[in-house]
């Protein structure tokens, strides 16, 4: 199946600095790719769309001038929280959509996730 | 709106069978997905349904019902590792997201 990588998988800041995650495709090209987090014991919240060579499509909710996303190239996508909180302590898991995949096009792959702790 | 109910949580005995139910409502329908979710991991890809019936993959099987809204997952054999929570996406026409359910953590006790 398609792999997605996603770095780093856990990072410790302080509270006001800005912390950036990485969402790579790696066997395919993903023109939309989704991040989602997800808080302990709880379901997955979409963020937002990240859709390549334009603007990301925010959630209800979602600050877009606090989660900045990039969607650069085909295979890569960068979160970052900006001038990030305690309350910004999290698991953030990115996903790819793999169009040419066999489930319709819809399947996600997802990636290994992102421990997010601000101090 | 869109909505998805599975249940919070559900218990079963090691070597039994367990029915993981899944409703939802979303504006049109083009495909389901379920993913099973270890603690800490992301979630991993189970099964896949757009069409009624049932879909069988090895332990693992998975029931949809477009008229009713409805699908259920179904694990057999259960052993210790199933211990993991059990997602039901739902994939509405005319959008690339996929719409999650809540989540059902199951546990599996020897």
């Known amino acids: 199946g398609a792999v997605v990588s996603q770095h780093p998988s856990r990072v410790i800041c302080k509270s006001g600095t800005s912390v950036k995650i990485e969402c790579r495709s790696l066997d395919f090209q993903a023109t939309t790719m989704f991040w989602y987090r997800q808080f302990p014991k709880q379901s997955l919240m979409l963020m937002a769309t990240?859709?390549?060579?334009?603007?990301?499509?925010?959630e209800q909710g979602v600050e877009k001038d606090k989660f900045l996303i990039n969607h650069a190239s085909l295979t890569l996508s960068t979160l970052t929280v900006t001038s990030a909180h305690p309350e910004d302590s999290s698991f953030y898991i990115c996903?790819?959509?793999?169009?040419?995949?066999?489930?319709?096009?819809?399947?996600?792959?997802f990636g290994p996730g992102t421990r997010l702790t601000v101090l | 709106g869109q909505n998805i109910d599975q249940p919070t949580e559900m218990t079963a005995t090691e070597g039994a069978i367990v029915q993981i139910n899944c409703t939802y409502q979303t504006s049109g329908f083009n495909g389901l997905f379920w993913y099973q979710q270890h603690a800490g991991e992301a979630p991993t890809f189970l099964s896949y349904?757009?069409?009624?019936g049932l879909e069988e993959k090895g332990r693992f099987s998975s029931f949809l019902s477009r008229s009713k809204g409805y699908s259920y997952l179904l694990l057999k054999e259960l052993q210790m590792k199933d211990s993991a929570s059990y997602l039901c996406?739902?994939?509405?026409?005319?959008?690339?997201?996929?719409?999650f359910g809540t989540g059902t953590r199951l546990q599996v006790f020897p």
């Open positions: 996903s790819a959509r793999d169009v040419s995949g066999e489930r319709g096009g819809n399947e996600q792959f």
């Open positions: 990240s859709n390549e060579g334009s603007k990301a499509t925010y």
């Open positions: 349904n757009v069409l009624d």
């Open positions: 996406a739902v994939s509405p026409t005319n959008t690339d997201k996929l719409i």
